[in-house]
């Protein structure tokens, strides 16, 4: 599985890009005593819900992983092929369950990279990677609660638009967003986003195109986020960097919705390798 993908025609590509937004499944909403429709933001996560543990996030993901298998196992009549592909099937749920992170003040790749300002040390927080054919997905947990989804998505999909184009595809999914640029996190390099602020999901659109290549939409729980101040007690050694936001400039979005929107967005994804932690139970 790799970022690079093959071309596509600009008609074509739009259309996974729209897919890739949508996102798969039906979000969850248990608990809830209304019947109301989750929004489009919601709904991108799927079945998963926030408050998920790693494993159960695991499971899910295993369980995807097995059922997209299972047709192309039970067609082939040949046992060569049927091993090869119950050994794939076996190694992409692997990569997930060794992908487990713990932030617990162990020096990684993370530190430096572009998840760089989205989790804390020695804070009870962990992460679970997952690869697509066409994105990149973070589970982010605190005290082994799900509560932030970073999706890098494969640049080379929509290879060919700028930040704005991809801003007014998100916006047609997702409403109207507030145009912002800056320091997000302090300590990270300085950015633009666009920001969706509802009751049950937080979320920014970021463009990382000029550090690492890609674009990318993180979504997060809005209950977590109000209490990262007192569930990060543990704070960073230098600076007085904390949870706030810096933003050095704030843009209302005043482009054309009616405009044309490009076909694909460019770029080319710089991975940073994971590296190898401990089997979890």
Aim: net charge neutral.
């Amino acid at each position: 599985m790799g970022f690079l993908v093959s071309q596509r025609s600009s008609y074509g590509t739009f259309l996974v890009a729209a897919a890739l937004l949508v996102g798969g499944g039906v979000y969850a909403d248990k608990g809830s005593a209304s019947n109301r429709s989750p929004s489009a933001l919601e709904a991108s996560m799927g079945e998963i819900q926030w408050g998920w543990s790693p494993k159960q996030v695991y499971r899910h993901l295993k369980k995807n992983i097995e059922e997209s298998y299972r047709e192309p196992i039970s067609k082939t009549t040949d046992a060569i092929e049927e091993d090869r592909l119950r050994h794939k099937m076996a190694e992409e749920i692997r990569e997930i369950r060794d992908s487990h992170f713990e932030f617990d003040g162990t020096p990684s790749a993370y530190d430096s990279g572009y998840l760089k300002g989205e989790f804390t040390q020695r804070n009870g927080e962990s992460l679970l990677r997952v690869r697509t054919k066409n994105t990149q997905d973070y589970f982010f947990f605190i005290n082994d609660r799900l509560w932030k989804r970073y999706r890098a998505f494969d640049a080379s999909v929509f290879e060919g638009a700028t930040f704005e184009q991809f801003g007014k595809a998100l916006q047609q999914r997702y409403g109207k967003a507030k145009k912002k640029s800056g320091v997000f996190m302090p300590g990270t390099e300085p950015t633009r986003w666009y920001e969706w602020k509802e009751p049950r999901v937080l979320a920014r659109a970021i463009d990382n195109n000029e550090f690492y290549g890609f674009y990318c939409l993180v979504l997060e729980n809005p209950k977590t986020v109000a209490r990262l101040g007192k569930l990060r007690k543990n704070r960073p050694a230098e600076g007085d960097a904390d949870d706030s936001v810096v933003n050095l400039v704030a843009e209302d979005d005043g482009d054309d919705q009616n405009a044309d929107i490009a076909d694909r967005i460019s770029g080319e994804i710089r991975r940073h390798e994971t590296p190898k932690v401990d089997e979890k139970k």
